[in-house]
């Protein structure tokens, strides 16, 4: 179990609460000005005050999906199965009713393809009149729907024919998106194809601690089991299988699925989020830097422009690179519960540096800090949100911040450890607490901006 | 497919519209009886009048059960899949506020196991809170819940187990019966362990035009394909598999069920409901309906003796034995849409037959009729409420009459095509429609008896 924790802590380390790695070079000395605070006024009418949650790691029983069966195989590489998550899928409508209660203007969500299609060309009018019911309220409490189609689950059945490796890949995603926005289009203010599709290529794509995972022998034997178990001898999903096959398969898919989307509803803002990190070169880093750069984010900057109406940041820490790759935090860095470095400032460059490689508009789709100690979350919302401020201040035109996460959730190979949420749920009562740093986020909605 | 019609045909004339086949010796005039009508008065102050549904019929998306993945499977015995059945799993509320706007007072419905524990020994709070709000809901609504903990699905890892021929099985279906108990039982005021649990024996045990389905080539393919595609090389389910077998684990898992929710509530009434035809002996058959009665319904009778508060009578028609096995219909026969012999009158014979063979309470759990006529809706329940009027009046101690069904649903190998439904439904858009039967049913109820 030793050398079994050592892993898994590596892994952590920079794993960062779930698809959320960051390396990179800070563009501007942000956490000063944060720190000087009070930037009200600085958000414009109409700026998105939100929280997030995504299906599978708040809805519970995502049965056929292939999250599901990797969590229940042996051996696997997550932690615990997600099991009945938070109950959002029963809780949707008080979870949103609190949402709005606490001033915030917009829901960031996902559709469960497994959900909606949980046999091959089988579409569930059950499911898909669920995220209406999802989307009604959403409309009785005055809260702006943003809508992944996709939030790194697929069926069971489609990881088993090769998820998105294989060529076949697009057409089932067209499929798929043309019927959830011919059913829900009309309810939905701003869809994304996918989140953080980029992930596989930000994890593996550049060496550093996680580059091995891409083929560990734990790994590789989850993938054998579970093509067995599905029966077809074949398994790709998430960030387990070839990456590169999976990004040329996600990118296909988010032009395909993105037209397929505007078909339906031209007018309906389509975009993707992507995760980030605020890169920043140490000793000489910044070849690598810019080598990071263009395999996980300067591509996904090019199907924007080509395909998108809008792109979502999604930060969490920043990553420091020499030129042998990724690097461990600073001694004196500050930590949070799943072992990422507390640094808030992160966002305003990711921001920034995001907003100079896109034409499209910036939303902050995802930032958030995994904490048992919710002085700790107030304090990074004021320095995230201070920094989001200063982009506004210099004129990029940022558009929306929504947390991570409305509800402590399943965060994937790390299970239910990591405490995202806003709102803490007992998971052996399903209880919602709504902690102090909601309450916070809440005035800073209400009043538009920081007020202190 | 012409071959494959005719069998299903043949199988349908006989399935009689899901487990519920129907044979036997008629034992009093009834028909005559209840057509005479005026019955007012007749029914004691508390007597249940309901509808039922099941779970898995019903609900949707049962995904992590036997019966989904047999559906999806080729070959299948199932004509369709059950797919978002008819979405009652979202819409229960609404259902059952139907149900007691018509003026009924109880509802029968099934806990799917297959959700509560979708993976060996790993429980799922949100579905056990979902069936609280479905149970909450009763109350609110002032309608009886009757509640069984098992119809006919199992979970999808526990036939691949070997279902109820695993001698494991009963220990693990005590497990569960007291998780149910502890999380509901106090929401529960009437309990079955068991909804007809003498189907395979009814189905397969004397000679008739079923007898040789319970090893027919397509079944055998069908479990092979099963048990490879869970994985484990072994498949049993429902009425698909060594019958005896499963008949052994059912009487064992029905009398250790018992005592585990009886130990958590004493007070809660538990008992299980049969299939029972009203056999009638033509040409001498009176032996083979002796022996008929031996097989499918004595060694219940003794069960429930053993474990049982009460017994449920679950009767669609008769069935005809001569010394040979089972008869077709009457050349003058009046036929269902799932090609029933139309017979209400075998209700008031069943009851008197079981009456005499129990001691406990019985109450009618399932009574119906497939039809797009909803005029042959309302004769039969005419007919057959009549009956229990006369079982009343001659003083045996029938406490319910719960019809089948309240909504449209998913018969099992014959999918959708039966309309069971006081309320229709259409699948496309899940939009309910009350037939004139129901409000007859429901003006039977007020009245607590038949008024005309």
Known sequence: MKRQDDRHNARRRSLLGLGTVLTGAALLPAAARAAAGSH????????????AIAGHQAEGDNVASDAWLLENIKPTEFREPSGAAVDHYRLYDQDIATLASLGLNTFRFSIEWARVEPVEGMFSTAALEHYRDVLLSCRKHGVKAMVSFNHFVTPAWFAARGG??????????????????RHLGELIDYATTFNEPNLPRLLFGIPGPLAGMADNPNMRAMLARAGQVAGTGKWSSWIFGDFAKIEAGLLRAHAAGYQA?????????????????????????????????????EPWFRAIGEHGDFIGVQTYTRELIGPDGVRPPPKDAKFTSSHMEYYPQALEA??????KNVRVPVYVTENGVSTDDDAMRIAYIRTAVGGVANCLRD???VKGYIHWSLLDNFEWIF???????????DRATMKRSVNPSARFLGQIARANGLTA
């Open 40 to 51: 009200a006024g600085a958000f414009p009418k109409g700026f998105l005050w939100g929280a």
């Open 164 to 181: 998105w490796e294989d060529p076949g890949s697009t057409q089932l995603y067209v499929r798929y998106c043309d019927k959830v926005a």
């Open 261 to 297: 989307i505007k078909a339906v509803h031209p007018n309906l803002p389509v975009g993707f989020s992507i995760a980030i990190a605020d890169d920043q070169a140490v000793d000489g880093g910044e070849a690598m830097v810019a080598k990071k750069r263009a395999i996980a984010y």
């Open 350 to 355: 990711t921001i920034r540096y995001t907003a």
């Open 395 to 397: 004129g990029i035109a």
């Open 415 to 425: 299970g239910f450890g990591p405490h995202f949420g806003l709102i803490a749920v």
